[in-house]
């Protein structure tokens, strides 16, 4: 099992969350390791995106700073051509999957991960299941959003705040362990 995360919000969330689950089916869930992360979002490929390495492709999977937005922020310099019909967030599940079945792993919100952020962290980390650094200022976010830079939603991109950050381009989703 990867870090524990310790935000207040987000425990009490999680706890909620895993209350619920746990009365109903037995499962334990947990924030993902950065890496597992990275995983589940690439879902075998090597391009920038589950996509491809074209950013206009990213309207096929995920909701980004694009012509849409574009339209109702005109000073927006960093959207793509392509339009995927949501100025800001989109419901869950709007977009196809991935190659793993998985919704909305590029852009929509930042999704944190149980890892403390570091930044030379894998340089020298395990090549198999790493559990990221044991200390940082903060933890690891992940997927970029619908209001980013559209590059910055690529499956490699990795960006991390405060535990106490509140915003409305970042969320999470959890991992069943059984
Ligand atoms: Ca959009």
């Given at each position: 099992?990867?870090?524990?995360?310790?935000?207040?919000?987000?425990?009490?969330?999680?706890?909620?969350?895993?209350?619920?689950?746990?009365?109903?089916?037995?499962?334990?869930?947990?924030?993902?390791?950065?890496?597992?992360?990275?995983?589940?979002?690439?879902?075998?490929?090597?391009?920038?995106?589950?996509?491809?390495?074209?950013?206009?492709?990213?309207?096929?999977?995920?909701?980004?700073?694009?012509?849409?937005?574009?339209?109702?922020?005109?000073?927006?310099?960093?959207?793509?051509?392509?339009?995927?019909?949501?100025?800001?967030?989109?419901?869950?599940?709007?977009?196809?999957?991935?190659?793993?079945?998985?919704?909305?792993m590029?852009?929509?919100?930042?999704?944190?991960?149980?890892?403390?952020?570091?930044?030379?962290?894998?340089?020298?980390?395990?090549?198999?299941?790493?559990?990221?650094?044991?200390?940082?200022?903060?933890?690891?976010?992940?997927?970029?959003?619908?209001?980013?830079?559209?590059?910055?939603t690529?499956?490699?991109?990795?960006?991390?705040?405060?535990l106490?950050?509140?915003?409305?381009?970042?969320?999470?989703?959890?991992?069943?362990?059984?």
């Open positions: 099992m990867g870090a524990v995360w310790t935000s207040p919000i987000f425990r009490y969330l999680l706890d909620a969350l895993v209350a619920k689950s746990c009365s109903k089916e037995n499962k334990t869930y947990r924030l993902p390791a950065e890496a597992e992360w990275e995983h589940a979002c690439r879902a075998g490929t090597t391009t920038r995106y589950s996509s491809g390495d074209d950013p206009e492709t990213l309207t096929k999977v995920g909701n980004v700073a694009d012509a849409t937005a574009k339209a109702k922020f005109p000073d927006w310099t960093w959207t793509i051509k392509a339009s995927d019909g949501y100025v800001f967030t989109s419901p869950v599940g709007s977009f196809q999957p991935n190659a793993f079945g998985l919704y909305d590029h852009g929509n919100a930042w999704q944190w991960c149980a890892d403390w952020y570091g930044e030379e962290y894998y340089a020298a980390s395990p090549a198999g299941d790493p559990n990221g650094s044991d200390s940082g200022d903060g933890r690891v976010l992940r997927g970029g959003s619908w209001y980013g830079w559209p590059y910055g690529r499956s490699a991109r990795r960006y991390w705040s405060n106490g950050s509140r915003d409305n381009s970042a969320g999470f989703r959890v991992s069943r362990t059984q």
